[in-house]
């Protein structure tokens, strides 16, 4: 493969390969076995100062994936998985890797609605879930095949003293476990204890094995379960691992993320729960990241190496005045991904800590990872250059590639794009193309050096007047007057162009009027990207990860 073909590889540092071999490891169950053995004495996971060694995380989920088996669960069901960060989830997903279970990663904070369709889309057989949200369950337990459940409380490993508190505390003082009634569950330590009755017999799937249903955002139509294989994610391990070496001294010792981002959701489940592993790295979880208070005292208990997050996340960290009193001399990368990172923020955060954050660019229907910023190469206001054995384009409404400049729909082909949509053949055809590439839905255009630059989503593009409006450009331009603390941009009808911009805006000092915003937009938008609306706000609606739900403006 040649930089003609690849223009990117140039920016490759020293010793990242072009390509990586995606069958290093025949199934991740080979991956989770090999890395918890090859790291075995070292610190895995860590959870309100609880942690785990990989031999610890590696017998236990023999122990959970042992017990799953007892129950009646077969190799190919399906299991969903329902908890914040918790020392419970990597035992409970490798223990289901191993048995040959397919996980079903589900948002705790989904409605009984959302529950119900992921769990009937998916013909989920059992559920593994946090006790705050059994009530929800219990409300459409009936209309699924759930036999098999297993229930767990937030303090439920952290030590009989610390648990017993913690649970205490949300229970009966924060009463944030509503009353259930499920039939015969069955606690996780029970699970395990009594799983220790059983010897678990590795299920051997192959490589092209589904092993995960990750349920798109559905916000755009319904949410649609990506089947990710083993190959799928062995791949995108190997990958993240090659960007992630120039970043690692020695043998990865020491090496200690941060990960305030939910497991469940593709980006921390890929980056952080698996690639962490292979560098034998200790990943600190965050079980409520909304909780500044409590991300900022674990950089105080650790010397903290690195850290994902989301441009939100970020930009809470800036203006949190405990957060800029931190030692950030450890820090040797931090990587944001899930949506467009402001340069304002980044600019912010690098003058803080002194490092400049690399945003990264991936989609649940690539396992996610496709591009991200290389070490020594950062360039803000880009998704950086794909990683190994990825290619990436950008084609025309006819699907033809566009020169280099131009703006289009970015198509990725990898060894990490899915294998298709559960269930649902034709929204697979239109998704990934007869030849494999996968479209992604986004516009963006590839630059002289190589780097890519996403412009927008297709569905959120702003036509007024026959011109073309990107709303990350707007919120970009809004987000840098110093009394807006956050932004978002949709079009609304309009009789005259058809469409005219509408920003919402929460505020950091409430002395800022509509007349002085858009003042603001004049001096540094051409006419007709100019907001014709500005609504204050108190909160924009989010996803679980931080991203603002644009759609859910629309729809207001």
């Not at 989301?310 to 005045?321: C, G, K």
């Not at 509408?502 to 540094?524: A, G, M, P, Y």
């Not at 014709?532 to 990860?545: A, G, H, R, T």
Request: one cysteine or more; glycine letters at 8%; a neutral charge.
């Amino acid at each position: 493969m040649t930089t003609e073909s690849r223009p990117w590889l140039k920016h490759y540092p020293e010793g990242v390969p072009a390509n990586i071999d995606p069958s290093e490891y025949p199934t991740l169950a080979d991956y989770i076995r090999t890395k918890c053995t090859e790291h075995k004495k070292r610190k895995a996971f860590s959870c309100m100062g609880k942690e785990m060694t990989y031999g610890e995380v590696d017998k236990l989920s023999d122990q959970f994936g042992a017990y799953l088996l007892s129950r009646g669960l077969e190799p190919g069901d399906r299991v969903a998985i329902m908890m914040p960060n918790l020392l419970q989830y990597p035992i409970a997903l490798f223990g289901c890797f191993k048995a040959g279970i397919i996980i079903v990663n589900t948002n705790p904070m989904y409605t009984p609605r959302e529950m119900e369709h992921q769990f009937t889309d998916s013909q989920v057989k059992g559920v593994i879930i946090a006790e705050n949200f059994a009530a929800n369950l219990e409300s459409i337990l009936g209309k699924t095949q759930i036999k098999t459940i297993i229930t767990t409380s937030i303090g439920e490993l952290l030590g009989s003293l610390k648990g017993t508190m913690v649970d205490l505390a949300i229970k009966h003082v924060k009463r944030m476990v509503p009353k259930y009634n499920l039939p015969n569950p069955v606690t996780f330590s029970e699970a395990l204890k009594q799983g220790k009755k059983f010897n678990l017999v590795e299920f051997v799937n192959t490589a092209d094995s589904v092993v995960v249903h990750q349920y798109t955002g559905g916000t755009t139509g319904v949410s649609k379960g990506a089947m990710l294989t083993n190959r799928n994610l062995v791949a995108n391990m190997s990958q993240i691992k090659a960007f992630l070496g120039p970043y690692v001294d020695g043998d990865g010792s020491g090496h200690v993320v941060l990960c305030p981002l939910p497991l469940y959701h593709i980006f921390a489940f890929s980056c952080n729960c698996l690639a962490m592993m292979s560098i034998g790295a200790l990943s600190v979880l965050i079980t409520n990241p909304r909780d500044l208070v409590s991300v900022i005292k674990e950089y105080k208990r650790y010397k903290v190496t690195g850290m994902t997050g989301v441009n939100t996340l970020f930009n809470a960290l800036n203006n949190h005045p405990d957060f800029k009193a931190l030692d950030f001399s450890n820090m040797s990368v931090a990587n944001a991904g899930g949506t467009a990172l402001q340069k304002k923020v980044a600019d912010e955060w690098e003058g803080i800590t002194g490092l400049k954050i690399a945003e990264g660019y991936g989609m649940t229907e690539a396992s996610p990872v496709v591009t991200t910023n290389p070490k020594g190469g950062i360039k803000v206001g880009t998704i950086g250059v794909p990683v190994p054995s990825t290619d990436v384009r950008i084609v025309g409404e006819d699907g033809s590639p566009l020169d280099v400049g131009q703006a289009g729909e970015l198509q990725v082909k990898g060894p990490q794009v899915m294998k298709g949509y559960y269930n649902r053949p034709e929204e697979t055809a239109n998704t990934i193309t007869a030849d494999g590439w996968l479209n992604t839905g986004d516009i963006a255009v590839m630059e002289e050096d190589g780097y890519f630059k996403i412009v927008d989503r297709k569905k959120d593009l702003i036509l007024v007047s026959g011109f073309n409006v990107f709303p990350n450009e707007i919120e970009n331009v809004v987000a840098l007057h110093p009394k807006v603390d956050e932004v978002a941009a949709i079009g609304v009808e309009d009789d005259k162009s058809g469409e005219v911009v509408k920003i919402f805006v929460t505020i950091k000092d409430s002395t800022l009027t509509k007349d002085e915003l858009i003042q603001h937009c004049r001096e540094n938008l051409t006419g007709y990207k100019v907001p014709k609306q500005v609504e204050f706000i108190k909160e924009l609606p989010k996803s679980n990860v931080g991203k603002i739900l644009r759609r859910q403006l629309r729809d207001k």
